[in-house]
């Protein structure tokens, strides 16, 4: 009988803790919460250094050890991999984040050697983005910042979008004068923030190509520059060009940070902030 | 024969306007341009923008450059004495190319007077290597072994900067940098390259009696007056200044300064001297042509330039070849 | 500008490639007279007459042109006044023969006007027998005619010092005293014409003077008659000869080898 009850008091205790740790796993904290964790994904790398207690960290790609790439500071201890298998086994890490595409070799390699490999998908309209992150917390558990994030996302994207006629005009001119068409994050960023995309009007879907002479033609209210234009001199010549000095003068120019090419998640709120921002001012002007 | 030279030249003279106004009228978007005109330059009408201040600095860089690069070829061929010389052939496009994307990519972007300046000692120290390596009046095969031998030591070097470049865009401008471009560009870029395309050109000026003279071999030359190192280096600076500063500006654009000094030199009575505003001339024209062509059926993004002028320049080069084994003189 | 000017050299030292091509030559040219550098292959004639044309620089020794120092005369005006021609000139481009007779204008550049200069080419071509040649291109030329022209470009700007390296090498017999005699009319007219030659008949017929040059060194100057005594000719060229005057003309033959 006691034999039974002491099975039955440690059955409880089994249950009790596995209740706690259930609990705690779906409130706050999944299994991997304080795991050591590893990246094969520049954007994965660049959420696990800002997001993420830099000693749960093992190693991130080498593209972030890249100033051009750099966004928080990369610590010591942290390997910079080039996503190959065998520079990521010795390091044991508890969990693998990979995006959806690229290294893919390295990938399978490490799920077939009973490492926990985890594929986040990339995001390239907001929704995938929504999904990205809700993925993401459930792989780290909710991070405070990631927790932000996402309903800061929700709240921004929950406000009715801006009436759609009146709407002024935004044109993006990035590098080499590419602009972001319909279907792109770019696109949609644009258009919940209240402004018309021209190109997108023009009829260009995903990427296109826009000329100075165009850029003029259409007379956007808003003219989007991206990324940074200190390091490429011609890519980023259009920009330069004294045709467009008027809009930087009369500041009717916004630049979408770099990461939100590669990084969504880091940047989207925040842009999505200022581009309201943005439009204010310029609804605001008579 | 001498009334048809004149004839042809005068025609090339007339087509230039003419090549401006179709540049001028050519682009993505249409405008209308006498009402563009009428507006004047200091117009906010997006018309008037568009023709002043894209179209109008886009034609005269082609005219800048595509002059500067006749110039430049139709100037080495007479020093070289030799008609396969031709600055981007023999790496002084490459040393200016060079220079620029060291600027650009690791040194400080200071745009200004740094990036044409170090291009135009770029192009200097490739003609001067071409100049001493091969030696003046060398045989066309040790002139195009010794423009090989820069050519892909330049090469190498780009190589080495492609493999360092600081990120793959850099790569990537590495590589449309070589390719040569006039789009983007605005009366800046003019401003830029024109005084020392000027210059280049004045200094080219000075040394027309000396490549003139120097069609009679070095020793003739020097006892007409034309001897000593001045006016070889007047050459020299000539040519880098006038290739150098257009590579500056619009990258590497080859085989201008190969086709039309040929083109030129019948037209010409074979005069070294009057080849060089013969080459002038016609380069800007068929600078500007390419630009037209390009303008009007792909459109300036998706190819450039340079592109263009090498398809135009190869065949002439098989042309060329051909010509010279028919007549066994190469 | 078309006074006579006489050429003097004083202890003339050359080297070129650390071999020594000139070695303290001291010789006069005189205004009015045809001379004639002689000597075997690598003697130095051709080094001595760039020396003088100012075509080889950085002699050391004393070059004097009339009464002037070479050095202070400056290199415009010195293509003025000696008009040169090299053993061989071969022109790069296919010009037509009289715009290569007018390259030996270009010293004068735009002081004498276009008028004039055409006038000059054609009667410099006139004086080489090449008029029919003048609208040929210079490519398409044989090797003496190519000669002649290149002989009408030395003539054209009519300088007081005439200076030609085996200007008859190519010609045939016709031409070379047709040349002989354009030349000696130049030297009679006051110019001071200086020859290389290999032929020694020709130099011995028509030379006032000649200079006879072994390995570098002056081995005789003076008349004719003077320099080319059998046993200056046999030690220097190692053939056997005989100078004679033959109707009142001086006579130059060759025998065997000594």
């Known amino acids: 009988m006691n034999k039974y009850r002491d099975i039955l008091r440690g059955l409880r205790l089994l249950s009790s803790i596995a209740a706690v740790l259930l609990m705690q796993g779906l409130i706050s904290a999944p299994a991997y919460a304080q795991a050591r964790i590893a990246s094969l994904n520049l954007c994965m790398d660049q959420i696990l250094l800002q997001w993420v207690a830099p000693e749960r960290i093992v190693s991130v790609t080498w593209l972030s050890g890249e100033e051009h790439y750099r966004r928080a500071p990369l610590p010591e201890h942290v390997y910079l991999n080039r996503a190959q298998a065998e520079e990521l086994l010795p390091l044991k890490p508890d969990l693998i984040l990979t995006g959806q595409y690229g290294a893919q070799r390295a990938s399978q390699r490490l799920d077939q050697l009973g490492l926990h490999v985890v594929r986040i998908p990339d995001a390239y309209n907001l929704a995938q983005l929504q999904q990205q992150l809700a993925s993401l917390q459930q792989t780290l558990g909710a991070l405070p910042e990631l927790h932000q994030q996402r309903s800061k996302l929700q709240s921004l994207l929950d406000q009715a979008p801006e009436a759609a006629a009146g709407n002024p005009g935004a044109l993006i001119l990035s590098a080499n004068n590419i602009t972001y068409g319909d279907g792109m994050l770019e696109h949609e960023l644009l258009t919940r923030a209240g402004f018309n995309n021209l190109a997108a009007q023009q009829g260009i879907q995903q990427l296109g190509r826009v000329s100075l002479e165009q850029v003029i033609a259409l007379q956007p209210q808003l003219l989007v520059f991206y990324g940074s234009d200190q390091d490429f001199a011609i890519a980023h010549l259009a920009e330069r060009h004294p045709v467009l000095r008027n809009y930087i003068d009369t500041g009717s120019v916004y630049r979408l940070p770099q990461e939100l090419g590669f990084c969504p998640a880091l940047a989207a709120v925040e842009v999505l902030q200022q581009l309201m921002e943005k439009r204010k001012e310029i609804v605001g002007q008579p | 024969m001498l009334a048809n030279r004149k004839v042809i030249l005068t025609l090339l003279a007339c087509a230039l306007p003419l090549a401006m106004l179709a540049a001028l009228s050519s682009g993505p978007v249409s405008i209308d341009i006498p009402a563009a005109i009428v507006d004047g330059w200091y117009s906010d009408s997006s018309d008037a923008v568009i023709l002043w201040q894209l179209r109008l600095p886009r034609a005269v860089l082609a005219i800048l450059v595509g002059a500067a690069l006749g110039l430049g070829g139709a100037a080495m061929q007479g020093m070289l004495r030799n008609p396969l010389a031709e600055p981007a052939l023999l790496g002084v496009s490459s040393g200016a190319a060079l220079a620029a994307i060291l600027v650009l990519y690791y040194g400080a972007v200071s745009i200004g007077l740094v990036l044409p300046l170090l291009a135009i000692l770029g192009a200097l120290l490739a003609v001067a290597s071409v100049w001493l390596l091969a030696g003046r009046g060398a045989s066309a095969s040790r002139l195009v072994l010794a423009g090989v031998a820069i050519n892909a030591f330049l090469s190498a070097l780009m190589a080495l900067a492609l493999n360092y470049a600081p990120s793959m865009f850099a790569m990537q401008e590495i590589v449309f940098w070589l390719l040569g471009s006039l789009a983007n560009r605005g009366w800046d870029q003019v401003l830029l390259a024109l005084p020392f395309v000027l210059i280049g050109a004045l200094f080219l000026f000075f040394s027309r009696n000396y490549l003139r003279a120097l069609s009679l071999g070095e020793a003739s030359a020097s006892s007409l007056g034309f001897g000593g190192r001045r006016y070889p280096l007047l050459v020299l600076f000539g040519i880098a200044f006038a290739v150098g500063s257009s590579v500056a500006v619009a990258g590497t654009i080859g085989f201008i300064g190969l086709v039309v000094p040929h083109l030129m030199r019948p037209l010409v009575g074979q005069d070294p001297g009057r080849l060089l505003w013969a080459s002038a001339l016609a380069g800007a024209l068929l600078l500007l042509l390419a630009d037209v062509l390009v303008l009007n059926t792909v459109g300036t993004q998706e190819l450039r330039i340079g592109a263009v002028t090498a398809f135009i320049g190869a065949p002439f080069f098989f042309w060329l070849i051909v010509k010279g084994r028919r007549e066994a003189s190469l | ?258």
Request: net charge neutral; proline share 5%; with cysteine.
């Open chain 3, 1 to 258: 500008m078309n006074e006579p000017l006489p050429i003097h050299c004083e202890n003339l030292c050359l080297s070129r490639n650390q071999r020594q091509v000139l070695d303290t030559i001291s010789c006069n040219f005189r205004a009015g007279a045809l001379t004639a550098v002689i000597g075997p292959n690598g003697a130095g004639k051709s080094s001595l007459l760039s020396c003088l044309a100012g075509a080889l620089p950085a002699a050391t020794g004393r070059l004097q042109l009339g009464d002037r120092a070479a050095a202070s005369v400056s290199a415009a005006e010195r293509a003025r006044l000696l008009a040169y021609l090299p053993q061989q000139e071969s022109p790069a481009w296919s010009m037509v023969a009289e715009d290569l007779v007018a390259l030996g204008l270009l010293p004068w550049g735009r002081s004498i006007d276009s008028q004039h200069k055409r006038e000059r080419v054609s009667r410099a071509l006139e004086d080489v027998d090449a008029v029919s040649l003048s609208r040929r291109p210079v490519t398409q030329l044989s090797g003496g005619e190519l000669r002649r022209i290149q002989l009408a470009r030395l003539l054209v700007g009519e300088a007081p010092v005439l200076i030609a390296d085996e200007p008859g090498a190519a010609l045939d017999i016709r031409h070379q005293l047709q040349l002989m005699q354009t030349f000696r009319q130049q030297a009679d007219s006051g110019k001071t014409v200086i020859l290389a030659l290999h032929d020694l008949p020709l130099a011995a017929r028509y030379c006032d003077h000649i200079v006879m040059l072994q390995g570098g060194r002056l081995r005789a100057q003076g008349s004719p008659e003077h320099v080319l005594t059998p046993e200056q000719v046999g030690d220097v060229y190692g053939v056997h000869s005989e100078f004679r005057w033959r109707d009142g003309r001086p006579e130059f033959v060759t025998g065997d080898l000594v």
